[in-house]
Nanobody, 115 residues
Framework: QVQLVESGGGLVQAGGSLRLSCRASRSMFTINTMGWYRQAPGKQRELVAIMTRGGTTNYADSVKGRFTISRDNAENTVYLQMNSLKPDDTAVYYC?????????WGQGTQVTVSS
């Protein structure tokens, strides 16, 4: 099992930036993938960005060129740098990791982008 603790959400104006952090309770080398999903009111949860243990990344088309996922293996932490934020980015952002066939989720952090 693993616990994921997120931080870094908040309120920002359109065009601004935020950085989300997600710290895992176990070594990144034991985790297959780590990433971020988001869920806006009335919408399904969707993938934002994901990174494999080998470092391969994948982004939703809507955030390519604006968001960057990165990690610090020594701190067991994955980050999501979000630039040029838009009101459509407003959502609860969830950290996710996959170990084997199991998915684990953080508690979620609210990101609100005002126009």
């Amino acid at each position: 099992q693993v616990q994921l603790v997120e931080s870094g959400g908040g309120l920002v104006q359109a065009g601004g930036s935020l950085r989300l952090s997600c710290r895992a309770s176990r070594s990144m080398f034991t985790i297959n993938t780590m990433g971020w999903y988001r869920q806006a009111p009335g919408k399904q949860r969707e993938l934002v960005a994901i990174m494999t243990r080998g470092g391969t990344t994948n982004y939703a088309d809507s955030v390519k060129g604006r968001f960057t996922i990165s990690r610090d293996n020594a701190e067991n932490t994955v980050y999501l740098q979000m630039n040029s934020l838009k009101p459509d980015d407003t959502a609860v952002y969830y950290c996710n990791c996959r170990i084997g066939l199991e998915n684990y989720w953080g508690q979620g952090t609210q990101v609100t982008v005002s126009s």
